[in-house]
């Protein structure tokens, strides 16, 4: 089914979902979310829920816990399933809404959708696998083993760029180990959540296993601080992360922050300019570039540095900006215009430091919003390095830096606080080894883009902090071992 972009949501879906059932936040207060490409397209009035109805949400879901952990792990599955069947039905439903409050081109908010029926597929088949290990004992009457339980009720904070798949992600290992859950979603994207919790509603998960609270830093805050949420899992700014993990070590509370972090692609003097300058463009300006793990450096070999630059300029150029429901458009808007302002301010900031502009670096004119779209940015200069002490642009902007051979490149890349992935171009299969060895990142991706892949998230320079959110490790959120020694 096909949503027009203009089409209000049901009034149900302006409210949170909690115990099963579609219900109006104490507060009373609202907040607008606005279609980014369209100021005249308000989407709905969703409510800003507060402590109340928090305390509402973790007690219907604590409620239900017994039930839910005592249902075998395959029936939990199937309840998964089921939900991915639905997903995949009302993929068309789901994509526009992400474009629609999230300003993505439609394409991508597509990509969204399958990635997010890939990740309840691949939970779901998690359920005979759950982890349960013998231990070896020296009385062969004593057997000793040690196994997962889930740990109650796990509240989910999350953000706006990924709406769909980042909550599927936390959420369907927390359900499928037994937990109870209740999702705290981005106030700048709330449809979304609010159709995933109509979806699971009607996969059959029961009323209190998965609750959805709309609002912002007060529910966030509420659901952190609640004696009974047991662990919580969060995505979104080093910031709001230290903020939650300081209000959670009081009570010593469990808690998955997944950080902020931008990427750095390598161009080495023997790489393929055209594959790296695909990289970049898609890399750096996919999504306007709001995403973590989008592309924000390039640390390319003086040698090649001005052949680089040639191809890429053009391409920078050439990109078409506008709504993402426009299938002419190849970069969307930003978010919101508090966005606009700190993506400007950071480029403003680089600038400052003794960086060259090269492209772009305002804002577009033009367009049913004119100024919500920044034109995609290249600079002369690094954006990241501990020196500059920008963290992220959350916007269209990469920084190039040139490097003297392969060594000065690792060094580079080494020289920021934080590293999600780094791709490296190069046809030589020794220097991609070395590469894979030598650079200090979370992963590493060798001629092919940065932008994370379905592979295990990696944690290495603080892209994580605590246990992460996917594959073999998917279930340290979640739950908690137990051990048995038994003699009979
Ligand atoms: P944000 O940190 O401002 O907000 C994240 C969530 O926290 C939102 O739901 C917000 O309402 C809530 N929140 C705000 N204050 C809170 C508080 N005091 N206590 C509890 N919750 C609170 O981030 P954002 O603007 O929504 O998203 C963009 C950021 O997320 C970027 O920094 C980006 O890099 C990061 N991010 C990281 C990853 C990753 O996988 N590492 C993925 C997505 C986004």
Not at 35 to 62: L, M, Q, R
Not at 206 to 213: A, C, I, Q
Request: glycine letters at 10%; a negative charge; hydrophobic letters at 45%.
């Amino acid at each position: 089914m096909t949503t027009s972009a203009c089409e209000p949501p049901p009034p149900h879906l302006l409210r949170n979902f909690t115990g099963g059932a579609w219900t109006r936040a104490e507060s009373g207060v609202v907040r607008a979310n606005v279609n980014p490409a369209d100021a005249s397209d308000v989407i709905g009035e969703f409510p800003e829920s507060g402590g109340v109805d928090v305390e509402h949400a973790v007690g219907v879901a604590a409620d239900a816990f017994a039930a839910w952990q005592a249902l075998d792990p395959v029936r939990r599955a199937g309840h998964l399933a089921c939900a991915a069947r639905l997903l995949e039905e009302r993929a068309d439903r789901f994509a526009v809404a992400i474009t629609r409050e999230q300003g993505k081109l439609l394409v991508e908010a597509r990509a969204e959708v399958h990635g997010a029926v890939a990740a309840l597929d691949f939970v779901a088949g998690e359920a005979r696998r759950l982890e349960r290990t013998a231990v070896p004992t020296v009385d062969d009457r004593t057997s000793a083993f040690s196994f997962r339980r889930p740990i109650g009720v796990v509240g989910l904070i999350t953000t706006w760029h990924l709406p769909l798949a980042t909550p599927v992600r936390k959420l369907a290992p927390a359900l499928l180990a037994g937990c109870t859950v209740v999702l705290k979603p981005s106030p700048l994207a709330p449809l979304t959540p609010a159709l995933l919790a109509e979806v699971l509603h009607e996969a059959g998960v029961p009323p209190g296993v998965f609750n959805l609270v709309q609002g912002d830093a007060a529910a966030g805050e509420a659901l952190v601080d609640h004696p009974s949420v047991a662990g919580v899992g969060f995505t979104g700014s080093r910031r709001v992360a230290a903020a939650v993990h300081r209000a959670g070590s009081g009570r010593l509370l469990r808690t998955e922050l997944d950080l902020a972090g931008k990427d750095t692609v390598v161009v080495l003097d023997d790489a393929d300019l055209d594959k790296a300058v695909a990289a970049v463009a898609a890399g750096a300006f996919g999504q306007a570039g709001q995403r973590y793990g989008a592309v924000g450096r390039v640390v390319v070999d003086r040698r090649v540095r001005r052949e680089f630059l040639a191809r890429l300029l053009p391409r920078v150029a050439s990109l078409r900006l506008g709504p993402g429901m426009d299938p002419r458009s190849e970069m969307g808007p930003l978010v919101d215009e508090e966005h606009v302002h700190a993506c400007l301010e950071a480029v403003a900031k680089v600038r400052a430091g003794g960086a060259e502009l090269l492209s772009g670096g305002d804002r577009a004119a033009g367009g049913p919003l004119g100024g919500r779209y920044v034109r995609p940015t290249v600079l002369a200069g690094d954006l990241f390095a501990v020196e500059t002490a920008v963290e992220e642009v959350f916007g269209p902007v990469v920084g190039l830096v040139e490097a003297d051979g392969p060594d000065e490149a690792v060094r580079l890349v080494g020289n920021v606080r934080t590293a999600m992935s780094v791709a490296v171009f190069t046809t030589s299969r020794t220097r991609a080894l070395e590469a894979v060895e030598r650079l200090d990142a979370s992963a590493v991706h060798v001629n092919r883009p940065a932008v994370a892949a379905y592979v295990p998230h990696a944690d290495a320079k603080g892209a994580w902090c605590g246990p992460t959110e996917f594959a073999s490790r998917m279930w340290d959120l979640s739950t908690e071992w137990r051990s048995a020694r038994v003699t009979l």
